[in-house]
């Protein structure tokens, strides 16, 4: 028969220093029956006040989308969707909220387009759609810039095996206009993220 390696010497410890032992350690109350645990979880289906019920219950969804949606303006990782979580989306969003874009202007130009399309000289009309193509170009190209400059710094911040596919979101966020912009803002312009 061989012998148990674990096995060592035993303990100096008499029989009632041990109970004393274990009943500190020990949860202190007897376990409850059966028939008492079911009876502390019976609640009965259906409120007597259904109609009080389903107004606390309006009033908690209420709470909780109010908590939610200033949650997620103020940026709170939880209760962001799924497209805004992480490090690096939030240092895209915050580079892009300290630059200065030129996609930011890019829905005013086309609603003043649309007030210049209603002059009725073709001139004017000419004018004002050649204007709205040039400003559509230069926000273009500003986009791929800001695309290929945050890809670079993050890659430089977080290597660059790590770097996730964010020119798109970053694209999306420039063209916004920034008090439109959800999450909102976190930093000012020209404050960059480290």
Known sequence: MAKNANNTEPSGESLEETQARLKESGKGAPTPSRAAQEAARKRPLVPNDRKEAAKQARAQAQTARERARVGMANGEEKYLPVRDRGPQKKYVRDYVDARFGIGE???????????????????????????????????????????????????AKYGADKVERVRWYAAMRALQMRFLRLPKPQVKRGQYPQ
């Open 105 to 155: 202007f890019l829905v005013p130009v086309m609603f003043l387009v649309i007030i210049l399309t209603l002059v009725p000289s073709y001139e004017v009309q000419s004018l004002a759609i050649l204007v709205l193509w040039a400003f559509f170009l230069i926000a273009v190209v500003d986009v791929i810039v800001l695309g290929f400059s945050v890809r670079r710094r993050l890659a």
